[in-house]
């Protein structure tokens, strides 16, 4: 087995551009489903859109989830239930709180991430960054409350916290994209439990093929792109990354809807900046890690059971 070392700062660098590239995709791809809401409901477009991952996915990788490794196999599924949970009940959250509030109680995700992972007192500087910013740009202090609607964004924190660590543990040890194959039909499964059925019936030529253009936007090419970011950057930085996202969509908003950031905006854009930039320059993965074992190579059999041999790997630091 061959492990190569990149430069640290190299692979920071690298993996921001990727997550970077992410949240724009996840953006737009939100921005361009608003329409549907109206035809489908929130539930319904995102249910349309995993199930289209979930068709584009495996046609293009063709997984093999049967060569995984029985602990890789459920990691894979409990990262398929992650992503549809945290995809359906923000949904639900938006439905019943103010976006800022939900999107504030839902970034407790990452940002529990990245302080539980962050390293110490010093690893507490970016997210505690972050976590300002996020609050100034999205004053979650306005607005009414809903109980279901706070348990709801709460839960899509929860599992927006497991989807970047189960991410980062799938990506190690399965090659590609073989993992997020496996994963993204098995969070439309979930989807359709709870919404397909009544989706199904009303769909159309011009939904079913809205819903595989925005499939691409989110969440087959953010999603491919996150899982080899993580391959690169440490939970932590990837965590406190990700509280970039409501600056791109003040951005996002000033550029294509006309609205103007008010003054706290502007200043939790800086802090979220400021974030982003330390855990750029602190976040490379530093420790040599093995290559995928899961379909590294051609199978063995030995001792009753299927082994791989492994294949020259380029382990990022």
Known sequence: ?????????????????????????????????????????????????????????????????????????????????????????????????????????EFLGPLGVAVARGGGRRGLLWP????????????????????????????????????????????????????????????????????????????????LLAGFGLALLLPVIPFSLEMYALRRMTTSAFGTLMCLEPAIALVAGLALLGQVPRVWSLAGVAFVIAAGLGAERSGARTVPRAAPRVLAGPAVLEGGEIQHEPAAHSAVG
């Open 128 to 207: 505690g960054f972050a976590a300002a910013g996020v609050l100034l740009l999205t004053h979650p202090w306005q607005g009414s409350l809903n109980l279901v609607g706070i348990a709801s964004a709460l839960g899509a924190a929860i599992c927006w916290a497991a989807y970047i660590m189960l991410t980062q543990a799938v990506g190690d040890e399965v090659a590609g994209l073989q993992g997020l194959a496996v994963s993204i039909p098995v969070a439309a499964l979930a989807a359709t439990l709870v919404s397909g059925s009544a989706v199904i019936g009303d769909l159309t030529p011009h939904l």
């Open 1 to 105: 087995m061959v492990s190569i070392t990149a430069a640290p700062g190299t692979s920071a660098r690298s993996g921001t551009l990727m997550a970077l590239g992410s949240m724009s995709c996840v953006q737009l791809g939100l921005a361009l489903s608003v329409h549907l809401f109206g035809e489908v409901g929130p539930l319904g477009a995102a249910w349309l859109r995993l199930a289209w991952a979930a068709v584009i996915l495996l046609a293009a990788v063709r997984p093999r989830p049967w060569r995984f490794r029985r602990s890789v196999l459920l990691a894979t599924v409990a990262l398929g239930i992650a992503t549809a949970g945290v995809t359906m009940l923000f949904m639900v959250a938006v439905a019943r709180l103010p976006l800022g509030t939900a999107s504030a109680l």
